[in-house]
């Protein structure tokens, strides 16, 4: 483990930046950029301009390790070159920036409540790959929609599993069992949610973490337990549908949460925007998103 990455993740002042969107929320993520599905015909297509979205994004003199501590991306992203340079190290050595690499294979279909991640088809290969570049860590997402115990036990099963794993591969997992902002149980979920976390992370082996990337809760300091566990390096929260103002302003309510987000820090990006127009509009994001996780 590269332990001024661990030390910058664990305690640094800032944000993680989510820039992982996949198959299934690429097109989202093109869209409000200007880049329509009519331009591109096939997923392979589709993942070069999101390739120069993010790199654009990563390059830019507006995204530094100064207020970015960490960034999320999506194997594709990994595997590429930034300006000449693979994605993980640009980040890190260019930047200062700890990467960190999506795992999961996107959802099943709702069951109990919840949608429990597709199994891993290729997470031993993945995990070598993420170790080759000097990745610090992973990312993998749930979604719980209603307080269903059965569901919430198979959520945190699965997330635990594969943490386990991703630990043995000398990787630190984040595990992110998303919440629907929409619920109308949120509340409770979050109560099950919780209990069930804590239950797991009393299981990790001593001397081990991971961190935690929650919806922003119900009820004000909820997870302000978590952060102090032995167990957990950070607990960060997603912007689950919220606005970026919307999410800053819950995010400040919760002191010691920070944010990993991905819709809200790229929204209003344009692709026709200039250079430095891009710019200004990425740095009044991070300038927000960092403020709000100050707290």
Known sequence: MNEAQRSKVATGRGFFAALDQSGGSTPKALAPYGIEASEYSSDEHMFDPMHEFRS????????EGDRVLAAILFEQTMDRDVEGVN????LWERKNIVP???????????ADGV?????????DDLLDRAVRRQVFGTKMRSVVKHADA????????QQFTYAGRILDAGLVPIVEPEVDIHAEDKAEAEEMLKTGIVERLDAVPEGRQVLLKLSIPSV?????DL????????????SGGYSRDEADTLLAHNPGLIASFSRALTEGLQRDQSD???????????????AASLT
Do not use: C, N, W
């Open 276 to 290: 430095a127009e891009f710019d200004e509009v990425l740095d009044k994001a991070i300038a927000s998103i960092y």
């Open 87 to 90: 994605a993980a190290q640009y």
């Open 150 to 157: 059965a569901g919430i036990t198979a959520v945190l099963d």
């Open 115 to 123: 949608q429990v991640m597709k199994t891993f088809t290729k997470i």
């Open 227 to 238: 952060m102090t566990h032995p167990r957990v390096l950070r607990v960060v929260a997603l």
């Open 220 to 224: 004000d300091g909820f997870y302000s």
């Open 56 to 63: 654009r994004i990563i390059a830019s003199p507006a995204f």
């Open 100 to 110: 960190f690499v999506k795992v999961d294979e996107g959802l099943a279909p709702e």
